[in-house]
């Protein structure tokens, strides 16, 4: 395994734009039990609402 059981977890990413990848990355992280904090993004495209698919706090640097 790459992750420990109920290890804490940032998802760390470039961009945020229909949520797809985060949300794939989430579930997972969820199948090996891992903790995800959040989600971190440099650019978010906030018209495409990708953010609405994500159940963990969500930070980005830039927002479009």
């Known amino acids: 395994k790459i992750f420990l059981e109920n290890e804490k977890v940032l ?4 961009v945020l734009a229909t949520g ?5 990355t989430y579930e997972l992280c969820q199948q ?3 903790k995800v904090v959040g989600f971190s993004f440099f650019i978010e495209i906030g018209f495409l609402k990708g953010r609405e ?3 963990a706090p969500i930070h980005s ?3 479009r």
């Open 61 to 63: 640097l830039i927002l």
């Open 11 to 14: 998802i760390v990413d470039d």
């Open 53 to 55: 698919l994500l159940s």
């Open 32 to 34: 090996v039990k891992t």
């Open 20 to 24: 797809g990848t985060a949300k794939a």
